[in-house]
T-cell receptor, first 112, second 115 residues
Framework: DAKTTQPPSMDCAEGRAANLPCNHS???????VYWYRQIHSQGPQYIIH???NNETNEMASLIITEDRKSSTLILPHATLRDTAVYYC?????????????FGKGTRLSVIA | GAVVSQHPSRVICKSGTSVKIECRSL??????MFWYRQFPKQSLMLMAT?????????EQGVEKDKFLINHASLTLSTLTVTSAHPEDSSFYIC???????????FGEGSWLTVV
């Protein structure tokens, strides 16, 4: 079962920042927070991951609360191509045979 | 570009026949690959974990004799849907762990339609 809770859907105006929340109150000390997105009819695309520090890459920023019970994915300037289902996943650092377990995610619609 | 490639991207087969889907890691060796299935408007459901050189581990409710998984090399895993039926029509997705990059990558997915 997924260990995360995300809103089922969100809208965002094109060019504005999209802030996608995720609750993971039962996260354990060795678990990372991973974000993937799935554009319609494609395989999931890796976005970013983090343990406890905030992270930023060319796609997005990840803000993790100090108690690690929640996080926010930020797309700084959303475009129409960012319309997708975004999945927040907690999992031990990629090791052994641990698969990623997907919840229902958040369907982000970027509106022109 | 894609680092995990699936083939075919779309396939239509007749009921009762078998179909094979390939999953290849392109720039890294993958000792472990994962197979998922996704029905319309639903999330990805893990089917099995594929280990190079050993038997796959199947999730509860997934028939191992129907969904044959072979991971014969460090860059290739195959999923064969045997005696396919219309209810097997779905989007099948594989993923592979790149230890060097500490990332799990997903393939583009394969649409299976059984008629």
């Amino acid at each position: 079962d997924a260990k995360t809770t995300q809103p089922p859907s969100m809208d965002c105006a094109e060019g504005r920042a999209a802030n996608l929340p995720c609750n993971h109150s039962t996260i354990s000390g060795n678990e990372y927070v991973y974000w993937y997105r799935q554009i319609h009819s494609q395989g999931p695309q890796y976005i970013i991951h983090g343990l406890k520090n905030n992270e930023t890459n060319e796609m997005a920023s990840l803000i993790i609360t100090e108690d690690r019970k929640s996080s926010t994915l930020i797309l700084p300037h959303a475009t129409l191509r960012d319309t997708a289902v975004y999945y927040c996943i907690v999992s031990p650092r990629y090791s052994g045979n641990t698969p990623l377990v997907f919840g229902k995610g958040t369907r982000l619609s970027v509106i022109a | 570009g894609a680092v995990v490639s699936q083939h075919p991207s779309r396939v239509i087969c007749k009921s009762g026949t078998s179909v094979k889907i390939e999953c290849r890691s392109l720039d890294f060796q993958a000792t472990t690959m994962f197979w998922y299935r996704q029905f319309p408007k639903q999330s990805l459901m893990l089917m099995a974990t594929s280990n190079e050189g050993s038997k796959a581990t199947y999730e509860q409710g997934v028939e191992k004799d129907k969904f044959l998984i072979n991971h014969a090399s460090l860059t290739l895993s195959t999923l064969t849907v045997t005696s396919a039926h219309p209810e097997d029509s779905s989007f099948y997705i594989c993923s592979a762990r790149d230890r060097g990059a500490n990332t799990i990558y997903f393939g583009e997915g394969s649409w299976l339609t059984v008629v």
